[in-house]
């Protein structure tokens, strides 16, 4: 199950990205906004990422404007290692070393071609459970 959060700069990119995930048949909980009204990044950060943090969901996707506000504000929830990644090798990298929870992405930096395909790697691509990773990850949760 996946955790998806946005506000409303980041709601017209999370209606691509729910349509590509249905096409791949993976399930979803929409954790809101749920229009292009103005609303406060951080209320869906924190919703989406109790649900990942929970473990109610094991992966999350997190959309504002820059994919600034909404990272800040979910990697405040204890256990969330989330990912503001702009790039293909970000994305692959911050699964393998960081195993990174959640993804963050800003629709107005980004279009949905990318984004998608973003979306896709950090997906697909497991954790590289190397012991210096896993030291490090266990070391930020100290
Ligand atoms: C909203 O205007 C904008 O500030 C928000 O989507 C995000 O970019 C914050 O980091």
Do not use: W
């Not at 459970?129 to 100290?142: A, K």
């Amino acid at each position: 199950m996946i955790a998806l959060g946005c506000d409303h700069g980041g709601y017209a990119l999370m209606q691509e990205v729910k349509k590509h995930l249905e096409e791949r048949g993976l399930e979803y909980k929409d954790y809101g906004c749920y229009s292009e009204e103005s609303v406060d990044y951080p209320v869906y950060a924190k919703k989406a990422a109790n649900a990942v943090a929970s473990g109610e969901c094991e992966r999350g996707i997190l959309i504002c404007g820059t994919g600034i506000g909404i990272s800040i504000a979910a990697n405040k929830v204890k256990g969330i290692r989330a990912a503001l990644c702009h790039d293909c090798f970000s994305a692959q990298a911050t699964r393998e070393h960081n195993n990174a929870n959640m993804l963050a992405m800003g629709a107005r930096v980004i279009g949905p071609g990318l984004a998608l395909k973003i979306v896709d790697i950090f997906l697909d691509t497991p954790f590289s459970n190397d012991e210096r990773h896993v030291r490090r990850i266990q070391m930020i949760e100290e």
